[in-house]
């Protein structure tokens, strides 16, 4: 991960950079609580490593586009495949993991140079979405918001990865409607014990066994995560994205996950249909996937961010 993108993007040719204001030394640390992606870029996944920079990826082509938070200042450092890159995150060796969306393929990228390090290939018929993924200390989860499973990347020897997958049904209390966008988010309980999903049709929050497959819907007492996109575990703090209501839910989690209590809602008056979020200090950063705007070649996007609560 690079510490001096603006110095990387000099080195490199053909890259995309884009700036949220010029650059001056006064700016040079200022991490801007708003700044531009490429035109045309249809973000959806954020993630955010331990060093201040935000990776995105493109709903267009599966670009993979870099920021640095300090600046604002960004570059394309991963050209795509053609088909969507849609859920992110990157772990301490500097992989990143990339949903493949309708694809239905999953990526690991090295975050530094942009090489891909592996492809699997998790579904080929029409009925996929890869969705999202979540990285903890063993493995690589994808969801896929078209069919009633999870898949496995399971790290070998110093986290070595794997040439192969599994594939991990889930059932119990959730129940796939066809057609529509069921799995969406994931995340780690507060204990790492076991993942929870967020079932975007049913606005339901799921608890999964990483064992069986078995899910337990999670006791919000009574709230709905209608529209529910990304999740961001902290501590014991639950982020939830609610697309489309321009809102993050904010819940205390028991420490196992089976149960969580609504604290606050964060609105803002930029957001513009944000999907995911991922932090870094003491803010959250989300991308505005502007859902609800046609798409066209000059479609502006940006980020912004917010205080945590």
């Not at 490429?38 to 060093?51: C, K, L, N, Q, W």
């Amino acid at each position: 991960m690079s510490r001096t993108l603006g110095a990387l993007a000099a080195l490199v040719l053909g890259v995309s950079l884009v700036t949220a204001a010029p650059a001056t030394a006064a700016q040079a640390h200022a991490f801007p609580t708003d700044f531009p992606l490429p035109d045309g870029f249809m973000p959806e996944g954020i993630a955010i490593g331990a060093v201040p920079t935000a990776y995105f990826g493109s709903r267009a082509d599966g670009d993979l586009f870099r920021v640095d938070l300090r600046t604002g200042v960004g570059e394309v450092f991963s050209q795509g495949p053609g088909t969507p890159s849609v859920g992110l995150k990157v772990d301490w060796r500097q992989r990143l993991f990339v949903s493949g969306g309708a694809g239905g393929d999953g990526r690991v990228v090295d975050a530094r140079t942009g090489e891909i390090l592996k492809s699997y290939k998790f579904a080929s018929d029409t009925s996929t979405f890869v969705n999202d993924v979540v990285v903890t200390d063993d493995a690589a989860y994808f969801t896929d918001s078209r069919k009633a499973v999870l898949y496995k990347v399971a790290f070998g020897r110093h986290g070595r990865l794997p040439e192969s997958f599994t594939a991990l049904p889930i059932s119990g209390d959730f129940v796939l409607t066809p057609g529509v966008n069921n799995a969406n988010g994931i995340a780690e309980t507060p204990d790492g014990k076991a993942l929870l999903i967020v079932q975007s049709n049913t606005g339901q929050l799921h608890r999964v066994d990483v064992q069986s497959g078995e899910t337990a819907v999670v006791d919000l007492q009574g709230e709905v995560l209608t529209n529910g996109d990304g999740l961001l575990v902290e501590g014991r703090t639950l982020y939830v994205v609610q697309n489309r209501l321009n809102t993050v839910a904010v819940f205390s989690l028991a420490k196992d996950g089976t149960s969580g209590k609504l604290v606050t809602k964060i609105t803002d008056s930029r957001f513009d249909v944000p999907t995911t979020v991922a932090s870094f200090g003491h803010r959250l950063y989300l991308p505005n996937a502007r859902f609800t705007t046609p798409p066209t070649p000059a479609t502006t996007y940006n980020a912004v961010s917010v205080p945590k609560v």
